[in-house]
């Protein structure tokens, strides 16, 4: 009788064990049932893409070199453009490349910007330069007047060569491309010596004519700092007569 009511209570034990696992299963049966019945009837998630769809399609070319430039909304866009050109020459690539690899050079609140455009509202690199560009026009770098070029002087112990690269760099952000304006501007910028003297005697016509004949005076200046950087040899002591 006693092992009869022993082997009773192990089995009722053994029928709420199976009876526990199976309401469980059930449990998470119905759970698995609940997210996937969500996730098919939830739409997927889809990202605003302002290219044209011909755009969106075109894959990037392996040989093409990744853009070492970014632009955060504080810079020039116009040297931003001028700087992402010269950079994919190196590569080239169709329209929808130059779109594409546009974008990666855009950083923080301009990848916002883009992303709010309308989709499918860039068809080409062009448009998308001019937008880009009537977006962050404030931060374009106000043009040089000529005048300016009156206030690019040679410094106290400047030599010949940085200035005239440094003359040079101002000339090109100026719009006046007069030769005989930019010749005065240089004899009035520069020292008094050598080559200001040489000026005034050849009466160049061009700035190129300018750097030709600066070529032999900042070899002279070379020269001369070289011989002053060395060290003359010290005089020998007299030999003392025995």
Request: charged residues 20%; aromatic residues 8%.
């Amino acid at each position: 009788m006693h092992e009869d009511l022993v082997a009773s209570q192990a089995r009722n034990e053994e029928l709420s064990k199976v009876t526990e696992e199976l309401r469980q299963a059930l449990q998470e049966q119905r759970g698995r049932t609940v997210v996937e019945e969500v996730a098919l009837s939830s739409p997927p998630r889809v990202f605003p893409m302002p290219f044209a769809q011909a755009i969106t399609d075109t894959p990037i070319p392996a040989s093409v070199v990744p853009v070492k430039a970014s632009f955060t909304g504080v810079e020039d866009p116009k040297a931003h453009l001028t700087t992402f050109h010269t950079q994919m020459m190196l590569s080239g690539g169709s329209d929808a490349v130059y779109c594409k690899m546009f974008v990666s050079t855009l950083q923080g609140t301009t990848l916002e910007w883009f992303v709010s455009l309308p989709t499918g509202h860039i068809t080409n690199f062009q448009q998308f330069s001019k937008l880009f560009v009537d977006q962050y026009i404030v931060n374009k770098a106000p043009p040089m007047v000529s005048n300016d070029l009156f206030n690019v002087r040679q410094y106290q112990g400047e030599s010949l060569r940085d200035y005239l690269n440094r003359f040079g760099a101002q000339m090109v952000r100026s719009p006046a491309k007069d030769e005989e304006m930019l010749v005065y501007a240089i004899k009035n910028g520069v020292l008094l010596g050598p080559f200001c003297e040489a000026l005034i005697r050849a009466h160049p016509a061009t700035f190129a004519e300018v750097r030709r004949l600066a070529v032999a005076h900042i070899a002279d200046e070379s020269a001369v700092a070289e011989k002053r950087g060395s060290l003359a040899p010290a005089r020998p002591r007299a030999q003392t007569r025995i």
